[in-house]
């Protein structure tokens, strides 16, 4: 079976989340079952770019990891696109025997029995910014999917109506540690980013939930972008 693949690249550290910071290598699958407004990775979602999409063998995509990371069992992150809508079970087996770990980004709309195998599951699941309408019955079955594996959400905060929504999130999980990470509404990769809008949504993020009494979550930027801007394949 293969699984179709925008992109693998790295080493590069993981920008956003739990594991922000940590060298990893990506794995981009293609294909979305979501259209969010502001999605910074439409060259893994947009069927015009699907010519781009290679169907890959579980051992040609473990290959490749390895290649980039130079035979360095790390961590691998995959993402997408939504992942989830293939079977990347074998890869992680593969990849596991080999003595690599995975995480896995997905936004909670289907449930596969691999999460089980991961080391960390990122749930995303999508705020009214977005467009997107979010099943929590799906969402559930993932974290039911996941068992012992350790579950994180992370949500990208636009505006209010965001962060009432993500709130709403927390309050309906409050055992999943929660990550809040500013929206960034400049996602064309030819297009120069300014550190100081990145730094400006920060700060309001920091001061709409910190500063509203709301303790818990962590809240980080995108540090990939604040590092590379746009560009693809960091
Ligand atoms: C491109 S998505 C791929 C994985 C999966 N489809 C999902 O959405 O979780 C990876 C992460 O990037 C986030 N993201 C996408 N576009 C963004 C943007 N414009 N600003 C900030 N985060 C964004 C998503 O919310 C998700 O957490
Ligand atoms: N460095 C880096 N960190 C990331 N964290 C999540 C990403 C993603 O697009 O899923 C991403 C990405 O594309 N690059
Ligand atoms: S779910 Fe993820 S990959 Fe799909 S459109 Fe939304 S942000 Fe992009
Ligand atoms: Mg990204």
Not at 193 to 201: E, H, N, W
Not at 202 to 222: A, C, D, R, S
């Given at each position: 079976?293969?699984?179709?693949?925008?992109?693998?690249?790295?080493?590069?550290?993981?920008?956003?989340?739990?594991?922000?910071?940590?060298?990893?290598?990506?794995?981009?699958?293609?294909?979305?079952?979501?259209?969010?407004?502001?999605?910074?990775?439409?060259?893994?979602?947009?069927?015009?770019?699907?010519?781009?999409?290679?169907?890959?063998?579980?051992?040609?995509?473990?290959?490749?990891?390895?290649?980039?990371?130079?035979?360095?069992?790390?961590?691998?992150?995959?993402?997408?696109?939504?992942?989830?809508?293939?079977?990347?079970?074998?890869?992680?087996?593969?990849?596991?025997?080999?003595?690599?770990?995975?995480?896995?980004?997905?936004?909670?709309?289907?449930?596969?029995?691999?999460?089980?195998?991961?080391?960390?599951?990122?749930?995303?699941?999508?705020?009214?910014?977005?467009?997107?309408?979010?099943?929590?019955?799906?969402?559930?079955?993932?974290?039911?999917?996941?068992?012992?594996?350790?579950?994180?959400?992370?949500?990208?905060?636009?505006?209010?109506?965001?962060?009432?929504?993500?709130?709403?999130?927390?309050?309906?999980?409050?055992?999943?540690?929660?990550?809040?990470?500013?929206?960034?509404p400049e996602v064309d990769p030819t297009?120069?980013?300014?550190?100081?809008?990145?730094?400006?949504?920060?700060?309001?993020?920091?001061?709409?939930?910190?500063?509203?009494?709301?303790?818990?979550?962590?809240?980080?930027?995108?540090?990939?972008?604040?590092?590379?801007?746009?560009?693809?394949?960091?």
């Open positions: 079976m293969t699984v179709r693949i925008a992109e693998i690249f790295g080493p590069t550290i993981q920008g956003e989340g739990a594991l922000i910071g940590q060298p990893t290598v990506f794995i981009r699958a293609g294909g979305c079952d979501y259209r969010c407004s502001w999605c910074d990775s439409l060259h893994a979602v947009d069927s015009r770019f699907r010519h781009e999409w290679l169907p890959m063998q579980p051992d040609q995509v473990m290959a490749k990891v390895a290649e980039l990371s130079g035979g360095q069992p790390l961590m691998v992150s995959i993402s997408g696109g939504n992942p989830a809508i293939q079977d990347f079970g074998p890869v992680i087996a593969l990849g596991r025997a080999k003595g690599y770990s995975f995480a896995c980004e997905t936004q909670g709309s289907v449930a596969r029995d691999w999460f089980a195998d991961l080391a960390l599951l990122v749930l995303s699941p999508k705020p009214p910014s977005s467009g997107q309408v979010t099943d929590w019955d799906a969402f559930d079955a993932c974290i039911a999917a996941a068992g012992a594996a350790r579950v994180v959400m992370k949500i990208v905060i636009f505006d209010q109506r965001d962060l009432d929504w993500a709130r709403d999130a927390q309050s309906r999980y409050p055992g999943l540690p929660l990550y809040l990470q500013p929206g960034n297009l120069p980013v300014s550190p100081q809008a990145l730094a400006d949504r920060m700060l309001w993020l920091v001061n709409e939930t910190v500063g509203k009494g709301w303790l818990t979550p962590h809240i980080l930027p995108q540090l990939h972008v604040l590092i590379w801007g746009n560009r693809r394949g960091v």
